[in-house]
């Protein structure tokens, strides 16, 4: 039996979980959290073994948002509980706004090691 929340749920942690963050990180973050249906795979996702996007920091000449993969939640993660669902989403909401806030900062430390983590996966 699948009983992964709905995505109307999803979206109701998500906003949840974005009213507990300080109002700084969304200075400049003019185009919100964005839920999106569908899964992703990272552009170099094995297939033995898929390295699905959860979410991503996405800045533009319009303006900024995060996206977050509720089709990569839901197969990643189809057979937890809703805490621990809460706990997997707030975590990629705050490394996203991590990206967001080190962007503004003119800074790059979590992309280095977003890039570290993808070699190690790319060499296992």
């Known amino acids: 039996m699948d009983r992964f929340p ?4 999803v979206h109701q942690i998500l906003d949840e979980i974005a009213e507990t963050l300080p109002p700084e990180f969304f200075n ?3 185009e ?5 249906p569908q899964h992703k795979y990272h552009p170099k996702s094995r297939n033995d073994r898929r390295l699905y ?3 991503e920091y996405h800045k533009s000449i319009t303006g900024s948002h995060i996206r977050i993969y ?7 993660f189809r057979n937890i509980s809703e805490e621990e669902l ?7 909401l705050v490394h996203e706004f991590t990206h967001h806030l080190e962007t503004l900062a003119g800074e790059r430390g979590l992309i280095i090691k977003d890039h570290e983590a ?3 996966y790319l060499q296992d």
């Open 6 to 9: 709905d995505i109307e749920r």
């Open 28 to 30: 400049r973050l003019n």
């Open 32 to 36: 919100g959290v964005v839920l999106l």
């Open 53 to 55: 996007v959860m979410g």
């Open 70 to 76: 509720y089709g990569s939640f839901k197969r990643v």
């Open 86 to 92: 809460k706990n997997h989403l707030e975590h990629t």
């Open 118 to 120: 993808l070699r190690k």
